[in-house]
Structure formats: structure tokens, C-alpha cells
């Protein structure tokens, strides 16, 4: 058998090859670079007898001295198990270091280690994980270790993920279901869309930084987000229309009153169960009329939530999320806005569907 090894592989055939293979990823694909515009980059690949046998998109970070490092965001993308394979491909890119001054290579590809839900965390790993451990190290790898804190690796070792489902929503939990129809009985809607819904969007991002005290991305990395995945970004966003829902609680507020004053004193739990209902009431027109300040009082539907996702191959991975706290309360984000992202992931041929990411971490130096 005969390697060749490139490191300008085309569009096309990167993606086709990515796209098609188990460990598909996002961050390996070809337009990923044009995202991290602030790293260079090279398409890498290796050709087994002319075919395509790995890729690996490689971010280049210049560093002081004409000194640099490589990365490889979950790749490169191969059979980790072909122990000739994945030699001659390090092998061939330690080489492309040394003439770039690079001092040190970091990879992490998305190799499945363990599985458990999210109540019953376990440190249980499947047998291969050794068969791959050692194949890297061989190239002379540093395994990084199964941390558990974010600051010690690039990216997340752990990734939630949901699989696909025909009717998901005989699967959910009760808990689930319950919060939805809550949802829909206060008319929350779903839409998506793409780049028409950035402004909505970005706005629920800030309010996010601003309530957790984080930085995320502004609203120029999600339009260069969605530019590069035309096909496959998607924005979700949960709508409701105040000016409606202020309506209707003035409507209810009007029925209380009269209800507590037709209710003799002595029907305490009632009359309790009523002031509570009223005070609730007025709570809401109390926030209606701060929201009002600031959307106006029109007969219009706001945004309350998004979420930002990219499919890719057969995955989609949900990248960005943001939420106006004062609609908490009406649970649009994690309920029934996520369940409706989830069935878009899988009639368009999805798997699965991420919310973050996972795996080991490895340094060649």
C-alpha cells in the first residue's frame, strides 16, 4: 500500500469525507477555519492507493518568536484503530511542524468513552478506550487525562446528547410534557429561521452575558456563523405576544376581584387561593408594563429565547442559547424550544443532536 499525504485537500472532497464518517464533527469541517478566521489553518489528508483514507483540519496559532502551535478541534478524522495509518499521518504532519517552527501539536478527537444519563454519572469506560489510547501514544502522544475541570482542555470532555427518536414526544418525561403545555397555554410559539432572526437573537445572547456574568460572542461571530453553514445553521427563537398576554391578565385580574367580592369571609382557603391567584396577576401586568417601556404597546410577538445550532453530517450541535429572564417563568427554552430544534435535527437526518461536546485531550511536543 502506498500513502501520500496533503496539505491543501479541496472543499469537496474534505467535507464529502468528513460528512460520511463516525466521528463526524463541526469543528472538523472545511468551512470551521473561515469561523476561526483568527488562526491560520491547512486542509490536511492522507491517500491510501488514491483513496481518501483521513483529514484533519489543523488551526495554526502564530506565537511570538515566528514560533506556532497546531490544533486539530475533534480530529483528525480517521480510523483510529489503523495503527499504520494514524502513525504515518502524525508522522507526516510532526514533520510539516518542525518547518513551521511549531512546538507543539494539541488534538482532541471525539472518541466515545463512556455512557450514562444525567443522573447517574459513572466513571465506567468501554474496553476500546485502551486500544486507542495506545495507538496515540505510540505517536508518541501525551494523553492529557480524564480531567474534569474546562480550563484544563480546548474544548469540553463532556457532550449531552439526544438521540434520534421517530415521535419524540411519546419519549419525553412527564415533567416535560407538563412544562410544554404550560408553554402552549400561554401561546409561547416556535419559529426559525436564519439570518432574518440574528437582531432577536443577539439581543437574548446579551441578556444572557449580562444576568451570568460571562462573555459568549457578539453578534458578528453568529453572522459569520451562519453565512459559512447557509445549509445547515439554524436560529430557533420562542415567541409571545405581551400585548395579548396583558390582555388576558387584566381580563383575569377583573374576575378575581369580583370573585373575592361575592366570597363570604369565612371560606378562608378559598379567598386565600383567590389573593394568591391576584397577586400572581398582578405581578404579570406589573412586568407587562416594563416590557411595554421597552418593545412599546403594540399587538406584536417578542422574542423570549433562542438558541443558535448547526447541522453538519449527521449531527447537530447547539451552540449558542439565550433567554429573557423576566419570561422564565413560561419555561420556552428548555422544553418546548428544544424539542422542536430536536425534530428539525432529525428530519433532517440526524442521529443525534448535541448540546456541548467531549473527549480525551492529547498533546504531541
Not at 309 to 338: H, V, W
Request: proline share 2%; with cysteine; glycine share 4%.
Amino acid at each position: 500500500m502506498s500513502y501520500l499525504f496533503f496539505k491543501d485537500i479541496n472543499q469537496e472532497e474534505f467535507d464529502e469525507f468528513v460528512k460520511n464518517r463516525e466521528y463526524c464533527n463541526l469543528l472538523q469541517s472545511y468551512n470551521w477555519a473561515k469561523v476561526k478566521s483568527n488562526w491560520d489553518h491547512m486542509y490536511t489528508g492522507v491517500y491510501r492507493d488514491n483513496v481518501l483514507v483521513a483529514t484533519g483540519l489543523v488551526l495554526i496559532k502564530r506565537l511570538p518568536l515566528s514560533f506556532c502551535m497546531y490544533y486539530l478541534p475533534r480530529g483528525p478524522i480517521m480510523d483510529y484503530k489503523d495503527k499504520e495509518l494514524v502513525q504515518y499521518y502524525f508522522d507526516q504532519l510532526k514533520k510539516l511542524a518542525q518547518k513551521d517552527h511549531c512546538i507543539f501539536i494539541k488534538f482532541d478527537p471525539a472518541i466515545h468513552v463512556n455512557d450514562y444519563d444525567s443522573k447517574s454519572y459513572n466513571t465506567n469506560r468501554y474496553k476500546e478506550t485502551e486500544i486507542y489510547l495506545d495507538i496515540f501514544k505510540r505517536c508518541k502522544a501525551i494523553h492529557k487525562g480524564y480531567t474534569m475541570h474546562i480550563s484544563d482542555t480546548v474544548q469540553p470532555r463532556f457532550q449531552s446528547n439526544v438521540y434520534s427518536y421517530e415521535n419524540i414526544e411519546e419519549i419525553l418525561p412527564k415533567h416535560t410534557k407538563r412544562l410544554i403545555k404550560d408553554a402552549n397555554r400561554r401561546n409561547v410559539q416556535i419559529i426559525h429561521g436564519h439570518l432574518e432572526l440574528l437582531d432577536d437573537f443577539s439581543r437574548l445572547v446579551e441578556l444572557t452575558e449580562s444576568r451570568k456574568g460571562v462573555a459568549l460572542r457578539d453578534k458578528g461571530y453568529f453572522k459569520t456563523l451562519l453565512e459559512n453553514y447557509l445549509n445547515g445553521g439554524v436560529i430557533f427563537l420562542a415567541m409571545c405576544n405581551v400585548y395579548q398576554l396583558n390582555k388576558e391578565a387584566k381580563i383575569k385580574k377583573v374576575k378575581l376581584e369580583k370573585e373575592i367580592a361575592q366570597t363570604c369571609e369565612n371560606a378562608k382557603k378559598k379567598l386565600h387561593r383567590l389573593e394568591d391567584q391576584l397577586r400572581s396577576v398582578d405581578n404579570d401586568i406589573k412586568e407587562f408594563k416594563e416590557i411595554f417601556s421597552e418593545f412599546g404597546k403594540e399587538d406584536k410577538d417578542i422574542a423570549i429565547a433562542g438558541i443558535l445550532s448547526i447541522q453538519y453530517g449527521n449531527t447537530c450541535e447547539m451552540l449558542y442559547a439565550g433567554m429573557d429572564e423576566r419570561f422564565k417563568k413560561f419555561m420556552p427554552q428548555y422544553y418546548k424550544e428544544y424539542v422542536e430544534n430536536f425534530k428539525w435535527a432529525f428530519e433532517r437526518g440526524c442521529s443525534w443532536r448535541s448540546k456541548e461536546k467531549f473527549i480525551p485531550t492529547f498533546k504531541l511536543e
